[in-house]
């Protein structure tokens, strides 16, 4: 692995190329090859898949697959293909790293490792990262877990502790681990600092601490990198942008904003990035405010001819108010779920918490499509008269959206929605059994099209019968 930035020609031509024929953004060479890779599928946070998920005209299975107990991480992630063909799935809960089998004739949970014994702190459950040779890093306080596998051949084998590294004193909350596109992996603290490890032996390298006024939180949210070490990360006070050159970390720039909500609510959502190449770069998050808006900053050089939006700061390219988004309570913001995008198109939902969905949710699917003739952002289409609580996932295959919350009959359902007009597509009644709970987890999607989301205590598949 090289230390340094420098990429090589060959791959700068891969990523023109790329985004040439493809809205995906550039491919991280160092994440492994699965059908779910990381949280929210890359390190541009878009929540996308290349893969297919269900078609209009499929008939379901739903399977559940119990997971340790205590509760359960929002991410899954895909392994890469064992000798035999399959993946595996893994995740985490407060407690435990877990391991999932999904074919046609089994659907469990193989194998789990406890990391802590306390279910009341959360900092376990909320990132983990694939490497290859089917090993995970996740984290605990101030200590980075290495596992991997007693046989790496056997999907079924029994999870090892490999190695256990902890962070020198003052780094007191691992958290949010990212892989750039360097090789290294980003972490982020709860006090604000980032850091920057080794990707082969895991050492440190660099740390940054994010300047936090009084009463300014910075871990409420995941944050965003891109191909040339910028990451992008929100603050309950502001938006910023660092960079790590392969030697230090430095601040680019910051933009102080009223984003409303509280120490609970954060900003609202994870950064998400749009565009690539020479094409305009944009870095979105939805706030905290009543209703929510979905802003879009300039993540690069601000464009010369831009006039800026009056009484803003100049970098912020768009401001779009999402009608009737509302929170469901004080401690959550209306949109609390990371967008899904694809090209310069952005989708996101409506949020109805983490507790238990009740029977009168509050109701909200938006798109919205930035337009680069004219710099501006709008709004594609707005479903009124849906909930869907979990994080949302495209697929580029079938150009669906997908997702599941619960209705006024207090049923969940799951919902696919086409992706240019929101028209439902699908809506497959899943019952009133709890278990369907979604409390705001990502819904991956894997290669037999099966779909796989996490509840508080099991994960739920819903696939074509075949």
Known sequence: MKKSFSIRPCYLLFLLVHWCFSQMPPENPYLVDSPFCAVHNGSYRQGNTNLPG????????????RTPKDRVSPWLLYSEKYPDGQNTIWGSTSTHIFKAISTKEEFSVVSSFQIDKNPWINDLSWSLLMLQNHKVLTYDDNQLFLFSEKDPTDPYSEIVLEKKI????????????????????????RDGLIGIIDGNDFSLLATFQIPLKRGEKAYHNDYAAD????I????????????????TIIPKWEVYMDFGGNRFQGIGTTPTLLGSGNNDKLVCVIDSQKPARMLAFWRE???????????????????????????????????????TAYGYDIAAAQYNGFLGQSCSTKKGVYKLRW??????????????????????????ATNYLYGSGKESDCSYYYYSLDWETGRTVRKDRLG???????????????????????????????????
């Open 301 to 339: 050089e601000i464009p010369k001819d831009w006039k800026g939006i009056k009484d803003e700061n100049l970098r912020l390219a768009a401001i779009v108010e999402l009608p009737n988004s509302r929170p469901a309570s004080k401690l959550m913001a209306a949109i609390e779920n990371s967008p």
């Open 232 to 247: 992008y990360i929100s603050t309950t006070k502001k938006m910023l942008s660092i960079q790590w050159n392969g030697k």
């Open 432 to 466: 009133t059994d709890k278990r369907f709970d979604d409390p705001g987890n990502a819904n991956v999607i894997g290669p037999d099209r099966s779909i796989i989301y996490n509840s508080k205590r099991s994960l739920v598949r819903i696939r074509p019968k075949y």
């Open 227 to 230: 191909e040339k070490g910028n």
């Open 54 to 65: 269900l078609k209009e005209e499929d008939k379901i299975a739903v399977a559940f697959a």
């Open 371 to 396: 337009q680069q003739e004219t710099n501006t952002m709008r709004l594609v289409w707005y479903r009124n008269d849906i909930n869907i609580n979990s994080v949302l996932v495209y697929s580029s």
């Open 166 to 189: 902890t962070m020198p004193k003052n780094i007191k909350s691992l958290s949010k681990l990212c892989r750039l596109y360097d090789g290294t992996i980003a972490f982020a603290s």
